[in-house]
Structures are given as C-alpha cells and as structure tokens.
C-alpha cells in the first residue's frame, strides 16, 4: 500500500456517519482500494479499485454478509462507490477515488465524502471528470500491463507493444486473460497469425480493435503491400499477378456474400 489518507472533519456531517456498518465499510474500502493500476491473474485492478467478496468483507469487518450487503447498497445508491459482480466475487470501485488519495510528495488538501450537488451539476461535472479519468487510466493501464508483463521472459520484445495495446483493449472491455497459459496461447496465436513479423501483427491487433472482435483472426486488410482474401496472399511487388486476378476474386466474393454477380464497370 502506498499513500495516504486525509479526512476532513465535514465527514461528521455525512449521511451515513452515524451507521457504524456502512461508516466502516466506506473507509475500509478507501484503504483497500489500489493506489495504482495493478495486474492481477490476468486482469488489470484499476485504481481507486480492489477485488473482494462479501465473505472477505464480512470476516474482515467481523459483521455479517448480511449487513455488508445492506451497506453496499446504501453506498451504491448515493454514488460512494460502485460494484461489479463476478462469479468469483465483486470488483468495488470507490467513486471520486482522487478525492480522497493523497500522494507522499503531495501537500493536498485534507477531504471527506464529496458535497452533493445538484443533479444537472453533478452528471456535467462527472463527465468531464470520467474524460479526464479514462484518458489517465488509459495511459497508467498500459504502463501497468508493460510493466507487469516484463515477469514474463517467453514474450518476444518485438511484438511487446501489440501486445500491451491489445491487453489494454481486453481491459477495457472487461475481457481478460485468467492464466498465464491462456496469455501465452494467445502470444503463440499472433506469432503464427503474423507469421512472426511484428508489423503485421500490429496490423492484425488493430484490424480486430477496429471492428469490435473479442478475438485475433488472420489479416484481411492491405498491409504492406499486400492483399489478404479468404487467407490467400496476393503481393502486388510480383507483375505476373494482374488485376484481373483480383477482380475476379473480388466479384467470387461478392457473388459468395450477396449471391448477385458484380456490376460490370468495364
């Protein structure tokens, strides 16, 4: 753990003070919250947040799974933190977390739970905050993921780069890898799919990105001159290879998706 805490004496005036439960459980998830972006059994912890269960929470708090789970939804219902349910146990979320962090070389101002404001206020300023709060954490996950994936000495340096963007993709979409053999099928996946040539591994990454996949499929894209159809490679360096090849496998393509024959324009 890194950090510390400041409270400010305004967290007197807060509405769930005088509920010992939800009081512990809020400041108990403060300082169980990373400070940082952390990799953990292949998702990325975002800051501000930690996994947990309301059985851990529960021992740890030494008070039922029930009143745990009674203060959860008080503190979900007026936005002190958010949940995420797994089948394993829930992701918390502590909301405003930078509200409450204050760095070791930082001097900061002393805080408590943020002051209501009015509802238009409030989604105003949280849109701004989450633009500037993803733009942040968009930068620290990669950080954090290259970091963490240097633990790893069969990952080939060359590919390094798509790989961390595409783990930053899977985090965002809440997709990850459970195990490092499941991180290691997907390296060996893009070195055969690339043919062990980083650039056009880079091509494949952002060609699933671009189209939304949860998955790495062989480069249908133009790409350093080439051009890939149904797996087959056509290199325009090579003049024997007309354009009357490509068109006609462009008009078998087209015939095979739409079942009409491609206009002729000729």
Not at 122 to 139: F, L
Not at 189 to 205: H, M, T, V
Request: net charge positive; glycine share 6%.
């Amino acid at each position: 753990m890194e950090g510390w805490l400041k409270l400010h004496r305004k967290m007197l005036e807060w509405e769930w003070y005088e509920d010992p439960n939800a009081k512990v459980l809020f400041l108990h998830c403060l300082l169980k919250a990373n400070f940082k972006d952390k990799l953990w059994r292949g998702k990325v912890i975002e800051r501000g947040s930690f996994f947990t269960s309301t059985d851990n929470l529960a021992k740890e708090l030494r008070i039922s799974v029930k009143q745990i789970r009674t203060s959860l939804g008080k503190l979900k219902r007026t936005n002190e933190i958010e949940v995420r349910g797994t089948n394993n146990g829930s992701f918390i979320k502590v909301c405003n977390y930078d509200h409450y962090q204050i760095l070791d070389d930082e001097e900061g101002q002393a805080t408590g739970p943020a002051p209501r404001q009015t509802e238009g206020k409030q989604g105003a300023s949280k849109g701004q905050q989450h633009k500037k709060e993803r733009k942040k954490e968009g930068k620290n996950k990669e950080e954090t993921i290259r970091e963490e994936l240097k633990k790893y000495d069969w990952i080939n340096s060359l590919f390094l780069d798509s790989i961390v963007e595409w783990l930053s993709y899977k985090a965002e979409k809440r997709q990850t890898y459970k195990s490092e053999r499941s991180l290691k099928t997907f390296h060996k996946s893009l070195l055969n799919l690339s043919n062990n040539d980083p650039g056009r591994a880079k091509a494949i990454i952002e060609q699933s990105m671009a189209n939304n996949w949860a998955g790495i499929f062989e480069l249908k894209n133009v790409t350093n001159g080439n051009q890939e159809i149904k797996g087959k490679t056509w290199d325009s360096s090579k003049t024997e290879q007309s354009t009357d090849w490509l068109i006609e496998r462009m008009a078998q393509e087209h015939k095979r998706q739409t079942g009409e024959e491609l206009p002729d324009v000729s």
